[in-house]
């Protein structure tokens, strides 16, 4: 009897391990499918136009997401990237369950987002950089006591919690004062904090450093690593700064026109849509006109510093016949900055979309 209890103990601790082994290993969001769409009024100005509308009133279809499918792993920092209106915000706020979509379906944290549940609502947090979630005319102390209430916290915890991220973004002296006095810097590092004291597993960042000087900006950057390492929370930004990209992100997706144009390593899309690098030469006497067309490369001049595009494959090759013939004394290879590699794909979206609205007959 005695063993039959054993082993029937060991088989229940084995299902339990890997039960809990397979919800460690399952995604934290799981996207399949996800579109929205909108009606929108078209409004013609003027009078008459507007008295004609309160008849027949003229509308169309907006497709903010066409069939976005996307997983996201525990612990991941993803970077959502696309040119205005590409349906970004959009994402992040069906993943956040205040929108519903027309067709498709998500989970985030074994949740259907848009039911909202409240188990769902405590273990993730949504900051938008044009949006604020403290209140106005109080102090953040006060608004950080109200988030404790609302999610219940340990007092003990939440004390803890909030002085280590006080602490972390050096804003001990601002939590006092009313947050309409607080400049736009501190008060998203306040945002920040709000946020995370709750401690959740998934952070959705919407521009969160908009509008942010640089030292605001490299303070944020490094609050955001710090927090995802030492919690492993799963974090996906939007962002058009490419310097939050190159410091945080590690994977990056690109959204246009509603449609994921490219998921991968920050890394790989850099080897993947360029085909040069960038080689400047600073020399001691600047070469001449002639010399730099025989080189064969596209190339801008300032003075004795020459900046050429070589191809990949042809930098060992290249290099070495013009440091022979010219004095050189300096020179730095580099890639494409990563502005230009984005902007690139933008507009080759872009024009990959107008192609086929216009084979479609404009129902792209």
């Given at each position: 009897m005695i063993l039959v209890f054993a082993r029937w103990g060991l088989y229940c601790f084995a299902m339990t391990s890997s039960s809990s082994d397979s919800r460690s290993l399952s995604p934290v969001i799981d996207v399949h499918g996800l579109a929205k769409h909108y009606r929108v009024a078209d409004k013609q100005e003027g009078l008459a136009s507007s008295i004609r509308g309160l008849f027949h009133r003229k509308s169309r279809t907006v497709e903010a997401l066409r069939g976005v499918s996307?997983?996201?792993?525990?612990?991941?920092?993803?970077?959502?990237?696309?040119?205005?209106?590409?349906?970004?915000?959009?994402f992040l706020k069906l993943l956040a369950g205040i929108i519903t979509p027309t067709t498709g379906a998500a989970t985030v944290l074994g949740h259907v987002p848009w039911q909202r549940h409240d188990d769902f609502r405590r273990r993730f947090a949504l900051v938008m950089g044009q949006k604020n979630q403290l209140w106005?005319?109080?102090?953040?102390?006060?608004?950080f006591r109200l988030h404790q209430?609302?999610?219940?916290?340990?007092?003990q915890r939440f004390e803890q919690t909030r002085d280590e991220l006080v602490e972390l973004l050096d804003?001990?002296?601002?939590?006092h004062?009313?947050?309409?006095?607080?400049?736009l810097g501190e008060r998203m590092k306040l945002e920040l904090?709000?946020?995370?004291?709750?401690?959740?597993?998934?952070l959705l960042l919407d521009e969160p450093t908009i509008g942010l000087d640089v030292v605001a900006q490299h303070s944020i950057h490094g609050f955001?690593?710090?927090?995802?390492?030492?919690?492993?929370?799963?974090?996906?930004?939007?962002?058009?700064?490419?310097?939050?990209?190159?410091?945080?992100?590690r994977r990056v997706v690109v959204i246009t026109h509603g449609r994921i144009l490219y998921d991968g390593t920050l890394t790989e899309i850099i080897d993947r849509f360029t085909t040069h690098k960038i080689v400047t030469l600073d020399f001691e006497q600047p070469p001449s006109e002639t010399t730099?067309?025989?080189?064969?490369?596209?190339?801008?001049?300032?003075?004795?510093?020459?900046?050429?595009?070589?191809?990949?494959?042809?930098?060992?090759?290249?290099?070495?016949?013009?440091?022979?013939?010219e004095s050189v004394l300096d020179v730095t290879v580099e890639d494409v900055p990563l502005e230009d590699v984005i902007a690139d794909l933008f507009r080759a979206g872009r024009d990959e979309y107008a192609l086929a609205e216009t084979a479609s007959g404009g129902q792209a």
């Amino acid at each position: 009897m005695i063993l039959v209890f054993a082993r029937w103990g060991l088989y229940c601790f084995a299902m339990t391990s890997s039960s809990s082994d397979s919800r460690s290993l399952s995604p934290v969001i799981d996207v399949h499918g996800l579109a929205k769409h909108y009606r929108v009024a078209d409004k013609q100005e003027g009078l008459a136009s507007s008295i004609r509308g309160l008849f027949h009133r003229k509308s169309r279809t907006v497709e903010a997401l066409r069939g976005v499918s996307l997983t996201v792993e525990p612990g991941e920092f993803v970077a959502i990237l696309g040119p205005n209106g590409a349906g970004k915000t959009t994402f992040l706020k069906l993943l956040a369950g205040i929108i519903t979509p027309t067709t498709g379906a998500a989970t985030v944290l074994g949740h259907v987002p848009w039911q909202r549940h409240d188990d769902f609502r405590r273990r993730f947090a949504l900051v938008m950089g044009q949006k604020n979630q403290l209140w106005w005319d109080l102090p953040a102390a006060e608004s950080f006591r109200l988030h404790q209430v609302i999610y219940r916290l340990d007092r003990q915890r939440f004390e803890q919690t909030r002085d280590e991220l006080v602490e972390l973004l050096d804003v001990g002296r601002l939590i006092h004062q009313p947050v309409r006095e607080l400049s736009l810097g501190e008060r998203m590092k306040l945002e920040l904090i709000a946020a995370l004291l709750h401690e959740p597993e998934v952070l959705l960042l919407d521009e969160p450093t908009i509008g942010l000087d640089v030292v605001a900006q490299h303070s944020i950057h490094g609050f955001l690593r710090k927090v995802q390492t030492e919690r492993g929370t799963t974090v996906l930004l939007t962002t058009h700064y490419m310097k939050d990209v190159a410091a945080l992100c590690r994977r990056v997706v690109v959204i246009t026109h509603g449609r994921i144009l490219y998921d991968g390593t920050l890394t790989e899309i850099i080897d993947r849509f360029t085909t040069h690098k960038i080689v400047t030469l600073d020399f001691e006497q600047p070469p001449s006109e002639t010399t730099i067309a025989g080189w064969g490369y596209p190339c801008e001049r300032d003075g004795p510093q020459v900046r050429l595009r070589i191809d990949r494959e042809r930098i060992a090759e290249t290099l070495p016949r013009i440091l022979a013939g010219e004095s050189v004394l300096d020179v730095t290879v580099e890639d494409v900055p990563l502005e230009d590699v984005i902007a690139d794909l933008f507009r080759a979206g872009r024009d990959e979309y107008a192609l086929a609205e216009t084979a479609s007959g404009g129902q792209a």
